[in-house]
């Protein structure tokens, strides 16, 4: 199939990116700087634009048979409106478009808790995130609230804390929520690999977790949420 991946250049995006090539899938890819490399060597064609301009959109979405999305932006006190607004722009391109869509969201969305996660774990997860997170995750309702709306096949991907894990790990997916830690983003890519093709997740939200190992939450919240915004400063 010919796939589009949105956020091609982050790092689960160059992970899906390849997974797609591995599995057979012809990648189309946008990103907004082209020169970051590393993704054209795979006969991936990468075409540069912006993921909420619907007319970067229309020439990345020609001729596909399905759209996935692994755009994101770090925590910001600011307001943030990049996952309203590329949902927005991609579900009107899409309406004369592919009907399959794969969108990433998280699973901070989710009011499930898990139970195999200590007091101190879910206290210092819920206060970070709330403070944090804010304004990210209100975003990402939007999103949700958007796509949900839209008359695609849609699925809603959502992982836990993403954190960098080599292989061997495991996975599992379920709808609406999943107990675990983490989830590790060449697992969270594998995910949207398989849905791209399978359609029992379709109008569902499916929640991914790794099951075979873990990293601290506290260092997760630190390399994900609280890193990437120092570097900006
Ligand atoms: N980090 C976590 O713990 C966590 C937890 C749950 C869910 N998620 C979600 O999981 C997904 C993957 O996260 P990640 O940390 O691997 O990736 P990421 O660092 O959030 O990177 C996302 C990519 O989106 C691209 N992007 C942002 N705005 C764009 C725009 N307007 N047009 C085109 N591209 C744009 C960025 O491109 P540039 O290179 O141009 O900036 C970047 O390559 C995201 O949807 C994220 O929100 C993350």
Do not use: C, F
């Amino acid at each position: 199939m010919l796939v589009t991946v949105l956020g091609a250049n982050g790092p689960t995006g160059r992970l899906l990116s390849k997974q797609l090539v591995y599995a057979g899938h012809t990648v189309r890819a946008l990103t907004r700087h082209l020169d970051a490399g590393g993704l054209a060597g795979l006969g991936i064609t990468v075409i540069g634009g912006d993921a909420t301009n619907e007319k970067d959109l229309r020439r990345v979405l020609r001729g596909a048979e399905a759209v996935v999305s692994v755009l994101g932006t770090p925590y910001s006190k600011q307001p943030i409106s990049l996952y309203s607004e590329s949902a927005r722009a991609i579900t009107r391109v899409l309406a004369d478009g592919p009907r399959r869509l794969v969108v990433t969201s998280s699973a901070a969305l989710s009011s499930w808790q898990d139970p195999g996660m200590s007091w101190a774990e879910r206290h210092v997860l819920l206060r970070i995130l709330a403070r944090l997170g804010r304004t990210l995750y209100d975003d990402m309702r939007r999103m949700e609230d958007i796509v949900t709306a839209a008359d695609l096949d849609w699925t809603i991907m959502r992982p836990l804390g993403l954190a960098n894990m080599d292989s061997p790990t495991v996975y599992a997916i379920a709808e609406d929520h999943i107990g675990g830690k983490q989830t590790a983003r060449r697992d969270l890519a594998a995910a949207i690999v398989e849905q791209v093709t399978r359609t029992d997740y379709i109008g569902k939200t499916a929640a991914v977790a790794t099951t075979n190992r873990s990293v601290s939450i506290p260092l997760t919240i630190w390399r994900e949420g609280i890193k990437p915004n120092l570097k900006r400063s």
